[in-house]
């Protein structure tokens, strides 16, 4: 009978100690869903406000729109989400400079004499139908968007500010966007402990 009764109660405080380690695991998992939380809020707050600047420069000068997205190509490793719905810097941007765009500089009879308007609207068309038909929409969808829609979208708007004059400008936004991750990963390689460093490592796949 004692043995029954030591076997119970170490039975019993076996299932205490699984319950308060479940009762902790459940309390660590929400609160660090809520740190994370909240951190994506702050960060989509900062980015509220990168917007609204970069929509204020694309309203005013929208060649240097384009110019601040070539020189910011790797802001697409800059990822966060709102109701759901992922994005990256860069495709805000392209996105905010296609709308103004749209209302200050669109013209029709030069869009229709654009060369690429046609392959370009076909190749969208087809990228269109694969998404529709594959197995995985919300991968396709996400595919769709950053492979197709959106580079379709920059082109226009970057071939109604490519003029002689601002080709130069361009070439320098590239070399900046060089540069920049070039040196990145030259500190990277000689200060691998920088807090930072750990940046340079997505940086360098773009």
């Known amino acids: ?17 699984a ?16 740190l994370f939380m909240n951190r994506t809020n702050m960060f989509n707050v900062f980015i509220l406000i990168f917007c609204l600047l970069f929509a204020f420069i694309s309203w005013k000068r929208l060649p240097w729109a384009v110019y601040l997205i070539c020189a910011s190509l790797p802001a697409f490793l800059i990822r966060s989400e709102m109701l759901g719905i992922p994005f990256t810097i860069l495709e805000l ?5 296609f709308l103004i765009f ?17 392959p370009a609207l076909l190749f969208l ?15 396709a969808a996400g595919i769709w968007k950053a492979y197709f829609l ?10 109604s ?14 070399g900046i966007s060089a540069l920049y991750l070039s040196l990145i990963a030259i500190i990277q390689n000689f200060f691998p402990a ?10 360098l796949r773009s």
């Open 102 to 118: 749209l209302i200050k500089k669109l013209n029709f009879k030069k869009l229709r004499q654009n060369p690429f308007l046609v």
């Open 125 to 139: 068309f087809f990228a269109t139908i694969s998404m529709i038909v594959s197995p995985s929409l919300r991968g």
């Open 161 to 174: 500010i490519l003029k002689k004059e601002n080709l130069k400008n361009i070439l320098w936004a590239l």
């Open 19 to 34: 319950d308060i380690s479940l009762g902790s695991g459940v309390s660590f998992r929400r609160h660090s869903r809520a």
């Open 93 to 97: 941007m392209i996105l905010i400079s």
């Open 194 to 203: 920088l807090p930072f460093a750990y940046i340079s490592k997505a940086f």
């Open 150 to 159: 959106e580079p379709i979208l920059f082109f226009f708007v970057f071939t």
């Open 1 to 17: 009978y004692s043995g029954n009764g030591i076997s119970s109660a170490w039975a019993g405080s076996d299932q205490r100690c």
